[in-house]
């Protein structure tokens, strides 16, 4: 009989983030590189996402209920629980699991509580000894683990994600597009992705900054805008909201540098979608960003309005100079979902 390995994409409930892209991505990639004479494939996801990943595959329907009483694992070899925050994890069951890690961002979040930190840790180091095999996305989140979880005599891979991008030859001009030059950047407006600090890069210069993705923290979006008043540039800040992948496509196409100060990323997809085209990318040097963007991106190695508007100035200068956007095409190339799936194809197949 095949060997039967379900994919929890309980996540993809959530359209436009990244865990629903991991997902969507990932699955695909399976159901291309499975060897169907030896394993079989089932999606654990929502109802409304249907057969996504093709007919001819199994499904199985999350409903909300299944947080207190799992589907059986009877018929189960590896149970693959995508994401470390999952509610919908084998605890208790006889069934193999992997589990993936992306990130520690709880515990690097200040507005969250010790004691809410404490509780996260003991919930992931549960899942982790549960686990027959864990994989982070990143050096970064392993190392991570490491400093508070012992893995010690556990089977463990980093396996990169890889890159979302299939491109469109000649996206759409988006309605909102701005007519001079622009700053493009797109992730969930909150705390840990230190947007505000970009509105002082639009100081003594004509260009717009466009901010794409939904907001998380309404708080925090009225905070960059105060940033923006304080410069007096806030008629050159645009948030556009959740973003089609036509619009993605052609700021990243069109814009004069991507910008992505984030201070927590488990690994940085909104990188390698910019790599991908070639173009000037400006990240901050913490956390997985320097292994993803590596010697090909430029890094604020400081927020303060003069240093960041000089690094914006030399690594534009030294992009315009050198053949940069090659080299950086060729790093996003190194990220491929196909790549990741069949590393986690070897992961399953080394259990069962």
């Known amino acids: 009989m095949p060997a039967k390995i379900l994919i929890d994409c309980e996540r993809m409930k959530y359209q436009h983030t990244g865990l629903y892209h991991y997902c969507y991505n990932l699955g695909k990639n399976l159901v291309e590189n499975c060897n169907r004479q030896s ?21 199985f329907h999350q409903k909300s209920w299944h947080k207190l009483l799992l589907p059986s694992t009877r018929q189960i070899n590896v149970w693959h629980a995508t994401h470390q ?12 699991i992997v589990l993936t890690i992306h990130d520690l961002n709880v515990l690097h979040n200040t507005t969250k509580t010790d004691l809410k930190k404490k509780r996260f840790i003991n919930e992931i180091e549960k899942k982790i000894h549960r686990a027959d095999h864990i994989t982070f996305i990143s050096k970064f989140t392993k190392t991570d683990v490491q400093q508070y979880v012992d893995l010690t005599n556990k089977q463990s891979t980093v396996i990169y994600n890889g890159c979302n991008i299939v491109e469109i030859e000649n996206p759409l001009k988006p309605l909102n597009a701005p007519t001079a030059s622009f700053l493009f950047t797109i992730g969930t407006v909150t705390y840990k992705k230190n947007f505000h600090v970009l509105p002082a890069l639009l100081v003594g210069n004509d260009s717009v900054l466009i901010i794409a993705g939904i907001t998380q923290s309404e708080p925090y979006k009225q905070k960059i805008i105060q940033e923006a008043i304080k410069h007096q540039v806030e008629k050159r800040v645009i948030f556009t909201g959740s973003i089609s ?3 993605k496509q052609w700021y990243l196409k069109n814009c004069e540098a991507f910008v992505f100060p984030s201070l927590t990323e488990g690994f940085g997809l909104p990188v390698v979608e910019a790599m991908y ?22 890094y604020f190695n400081s927020f303060d309005k003069a240093a960041m508007q000089l690094t914006i100035q030399q690594g534009l200068q030294h992009y315009r100079t050198t053949a940069a956007s090659e080299k950086i095409k060729a790093r996003a190339a190194i990220f491929s979902w196909k790549d990741a799936a069949l590393k986690y194809l070897e992961v399953y197949r080394s259990l069962y």
């Not at 079989?40 to 595959?57: D, V, Y």
């Open 39 to 59: 394993e079989t494939l089932q999606f654990f996801l929502p109802e409304k996402e249907g057969a996504i990943f093709g007919k001819e595959e199994a499904y």
């Open 85 to 96: 925050d999952t509610a919908y994890f084998p605890l208790h069951k006889k069934v193999l």
């Open 245 to 247: 992948e036509n619009d």
């Open 277 to 298: 085209f070639g173009i000037p990318i400006f990240l901050s040097p913490y956390t997985s960003l320097p292994e993803i963007g590596g010697d090909v991106c430029y």
